[in-house]
């Protein structure tokens, strides 16, 4: 992956639900290999934000780009037509998602969670795809557990597999929902400590997360949201240590 790879640029977006309005006119810039942590209180659209850069929500106004590319839409004079679905899938090769809740399939090995992809897009033969895996699981700190089942693993280390499948199509940018909000405490660090080697790798990594701690060590970048919208951007140790907003302050007495 060159360095390049993985600028996102959100722009004026907005997302509604009915009458409530998820997020209102988000505006945002994500560095190519950088590190961009989304904090702030429940229901406040980092999780709406996140699915939104991938096309699992529609946009109501605004658009998002990867590299200029425009995501879940094309367009043709000054308008944006929705792109038709095997498009978008197309689209959504190149941008990783880990889920809360792993979202491995059940009926499938470990292995096969993982090479199930890049053998059905045809973007690896099985046996490279079946060694790519094996230097993802290691990756991950799991090549032991190949042959596992995913209700043969625990919570953590279902998670870390998510987390392998995500990087197996080698994508330019991966997002996190929360990735360890599902898991007993305990568990929490062996998931944290993966996602600390990613931060290291150069990829473009959006992570929406509760884990303050984690957010200051591993952050290019803090998100702060508050009601659909960014209230303040910074450094860790700006945003952390030093923040500008009321919002922030509040938020920040309340979790640290």
């Known amino acids: 992956m060159t360095a390049s790879q993985g600028q996102i640029q959100v722009n004026h977006v907005v997302k509604q639900y009915g009458q409530h309005i998820a997020l209102n006119d988000v505006s945002l810039e994500v560095p190519a290999g950088s590190v961009t942590v989304i904090i702030g209180p429940s229901g406040s659209g980092k999780s709406t934000l996140l699915r939104t850069i991938n096309h699992l929500e529609k946009l109501d106004d605004g658009y998002i780009q990867i590299d200029g590319d425009f995501i879940g839409y094309r367009q043709k004079d000054d308008k944006l ?80 597999v998510a987390i392998a499948r995500a990087l197996a199509l080698d994508p330019k940018v991966i997002l996190f929902d929360e990735p360890t909000s599902a898991l007993d405490p305990e568990l929490v660090g062996e ?35 508050d009601q659909g919208q960014i209230v303040e951007t910074g450094t860790a140790a700006e945003v952390l240590s030093s923040p500008v907003e009321i919002r922030t302050k509040k938020f920040l007495a309340s979790v640290l």
């Open 81 to 160: 037509y929705e792109l038709k679905e095997k498009e978008i899938l197309e689209q959504r090769k190149s941008i990783g998602y880990v889920f809360q809740n792993f979202n491995l399939f059940p009926h499938l090995s470990v292995l096969q969670n993982i090479i199930e992809a890049p053998v059905a897009h045809k973007l690896l033969s099985k046996s490279d795809a079946i060694k790519k895996a094996e230097d993802l699981l290691a990756l991950v700190g799991l090549k032991e557990k190949i042959h596992a089942w995913p209700s043969e693993l625990s919570g953590g280390q279902q998670q870390r």
């Open 191 to 225: 998931v944290l400590s993966v996602m600390k080697n990613l931060a290291g790798l150069g990829k473009t990594m959006v992570i929406v997360t509760h884990e303050i701690a984690f957010a200051r060590e591993v952050a290019d970048r803090i998100v702060f949201m």
